[in-house]
């Protein structure tokens, strides 16, 4: 995307109309729970983001921006990748309640976003023990 510079030296009057550019959200979008820990949900180290690319043409490139938000305690942080699917690893030394995710897809090199997806997980760390990290 490239901006462009107009200047009129003329008196003459000029009009025109523009339309804003915009991307699709992803689709899809869901969270699944590892296979890793002991129990259902117990000891429980991360669980995975999976969506679909958004409604646009293929030879346009396209990014995800993952991010993620504790409801309570824990951490925060964000990611920009380039694959429909993102493993989340609970790293904090102390997580309570919710991470909620957002995920927006970004054209490559441009500014333009689309609205976030959400999606959340349950968990709980004490000390670096993962103790239960599970989708809701």
């Known amino acids: 995307m490239h901006s462009t510079l107009a200047a009129w030296?003329?008196?003459?009057?000029?009009?025109?109309?523009?339309?804003?550019?915009?991307?699709?959200?992803?689709?899809?979008?869901?969270?699944?729970?590892s296979d890793d820990g002991l129990l259902?949900?117990?000891?429980?180290?991360?669980?995975?983001?999976d969506w679909d690319r958004p409604d646009v043409p293929d030879d346009v490139a396209i990014e995800y921006?993952?991010?993620?938000?504790?409801?309570?305690?824990?951490?925060?942080g964000s990611r920009t990748i380039t694959?429909?699917?993102y493993?989340?690893?609970?790293?904090?030394?102390?997580?309570?309640?919710?991470?909620?995710?957002t995920v927006r897809a970004k054209i490559v090199g441009g500014t333009w976003v689309s609205t976030p997806m959400h999606s959340s997980a349950s968990v709980v760390n004490l000390a670096v023990v993962p103790l239960l990290l599970g989708c809701n």
Do not use: H
């Not at 493993?87 to 995710?101: D, P």
């Open 87 to 101: 493993v989340y690893k609970s790293r904090a030394l102390l997580s309570l309640g919710n991470v909620n995710f």
């Open 40 to 49: 259902p949900l117990l000891l429980k180290t991360e669980v995975q983001l």
């Open 9 to 33: 030296t003329g008196e003459d009057e000029a009009t025109g109309a523009f339309t804003a550019g915009k991307i699709q959200p992803v689709q899809n979008l869901k969270c699944i729970d």
């Open 83 to 85: 694959e429909n699917s």
């Open 65 to 76: 921006v993952v991010s993620w938000q504790p409801s309570l305690i824990g951490d925060s």
